[in-house]
DNA sequence: CTGAAAGCGCTTACAG
DNA sequence: CTGAAAGCGCTTACAG
């Protein structure tokens, strides 16, 4: 039924080697059997079978796409779905496809992600972090297969990882506070444990020590997500003590989004009365209002740079490597500054 | 170096064939056999390998995932993820794992859908549509491999597709101006062309008569995209009439965003002065200023219904079969309808 | 209930 | 420059 290197071969008048060879690129084929092959391969339309391929060479071409931590199940997130995007497009160019793993398969063994990579010989891994992490991922880190992580720091040996500067993130926004002439800032963090809202949390500590700036314990609130309703919750406190801030970092947009809510319903204006940043520049600060102040990651740049990263450790034997991407202040109109210069 | 069937059968004292079975859950094999077998293969935590099974077998037990159209190289549209998102899990459920394909791949003959669905023997596909099709998904539709489409129409032998009505979208949009005492509707339409757009625009005009409601041709115009500067400037044309419309329908969220840009830049309130319903409940329609009443895709159950469908067609090789999903209508603040009910 | 043997479609030393 | 042969790790009739 399907065509095969063997009729390929009879076709040509030619041995299956020497079909191989020239599917492969191989320089010690004479340039008429090649000619002779590739318009036969041409004519047929052959395509050699990726299981067989893949069984032969213990090679597949294929990368596992994986999202760690509890949220795992949904990739609909809108970060990880842009740094897939633009991984996905580099590392297409390199010559590789990408598996996504179904979570509610293996479900024996609660997620054995090197098992699944075993099975699949996949020959690397992206592995992107949502905060919490299962054990399958630190046995999948000191694995042989080539591991990548984005938000996650990774120790194996053929393991690299790439994040966002988190302490800059925070150093910006005090920056740009600073320069608005604030001198005391509050802060909505983020779940205290998760990695990622802890170095926002520090970065901002440290910043503060940086441009001599008071620490406020009252100001320093963090909340229990990065959820909208607990960026709500937490401006509602704020908004409780007898002086209220009149500038607030908050660590994601979504609770930047609450803290807004919040701020309107006390009859406050922004960034009149209180001006706010947010983190991670989603679609809807554009949209709302008045459009927020943020800090973008570099998600293109990002996904780019764990395609390389990765293709160096599967094809040169590169060892770990870590990389930490530059942040930028996207200045809207929270903070009461227009100049695009910040 | 890689654990093999053949170790686990001399570890047990049995032939492949024997372990193959077992791996297999054939019936006829003895309970004592069996039980020492899977013992083994605990202890040693063999799994089979993929390459090998599928080449044996002709079946993956994967799923080739395709975003059609001019758009492919972003798998980022909130569509496109919320439907994979929804399809994963079912999928998974059912012992698939995903596969995305690289477009930049198989350049050589501009996106070479089939041969890439052969080349890694994908037990089927879901190809969600970005408008604009190529030619290659033609040929994936009329060729041997189940194929399921959203919002996409596919004909072939073992395909089958799925979309919300957009009739039905139009004719609730249409509802509920009409219950709220609008009798001049206009519509900010999608480009034409566009099958989607197209339908919503039909849908439109037909509920129009089944409400005994005028069709205003100045009130009827239709944008080059479903983008918000396409919104935007179809709203100033309207903006520019001698009687500006009070009701407006956008075929799409962003261009309803665009809407209330121009709105708001002349001056004029909403819902007071121009009520408008978007289409699709992107998150940012919570958050802006008025958050936007709208129609919302049951996307959940749209990539569920998709991964039944394909598995019935993979599995029991049913035929042709299609779906419409009901669409449905979320009242927010952009009509001045705030009670729940309609 | 169990196993020997052939086959799935490719690649890779190796010999010539 | 070319080909015969063995091997990759499974599965599937078929025979017993």
Known sequence: ????????????????????????????????????????????????????????????????????????????????VDIVNSFKKTVGSLGYDLLFFSNEKFQATDDDYLARCRYYQVDGCIIISGDELQPSIIELDRSEIPCIGVDLVLSGERSGYLMTDNYKVSSKVIEHFYLLGHRSIAHIGGKKGSPISDMRYNGFIRALGEYGLPIIEEYIIRGDSFKEQSGYNVMKKLLSLPEVPKAVYAASDLMAFGAIRAIKEAGLRIPEDIAIVGCDDLDACRYIDPPLTTISQDKEKMGKLAAYMLSDIIEK??????????????????????IKDF
Chains 1, 2 share one sequence.
């Open 317 to 338: 034997n590169l060892g770990t490597s870590s990389l930490f991407v530059e942040p930028e202040l996207i200045v809207r109109k929270t903070c009461g500054a227009y």
């Open 1 to 80: 039924m399907r065509i095969t290197i063997k009729d390929i071969a009879r076709l040509a008048g030619v041995s299956p080697a020497t079909v191989s060879k020239i599917i492969n690129n191989y320089s010690d084929v004479g340039e008429a059997t090649k000619q002779k092959v590739l318009s036969i391969m041409e004519e047929t339309g052959y395509r050699p079978t990726h299981s067989a391929q893949s069984l032969a060479t213990k090679k597949s071409n294929l990368i596992g796409v994986i999202f760690a931590g509890k949220i795992n199940v949904d990739i609909n997130d809108p970060f990880f």
